[in-house]
């Protein structure tokens, strides 16, 4: 997260790299996400994108 805190109702930013394993054919597949609170479980709704691996 780049902001070092955020308030209810705010947004927060992420940004990461993400690595096809090796030997993955390449295609669209679709990556899913969704926010845990630790001893709470999941909550709020999915989010998700396609990425490409060539």
């Known amino acids: 997260m780049q902001e070092s805190?955020?308030?209810?109702g705010e947004t927060a930013t992420f940004s990461f790299w993400l690595q096809a394993p090796s030997g993955m054919s390449p295609g669209t597949y679709h990556e899913h996400f969704k926010v845990v609170a630790d001893g709470l479980g999941w909550f709020g709704s999915e989010a998700y994108w396609d990425v490409i691996v060539r």
Do not use: D, L
């Open 5 to 8: 805190s955020v308030a209810p």
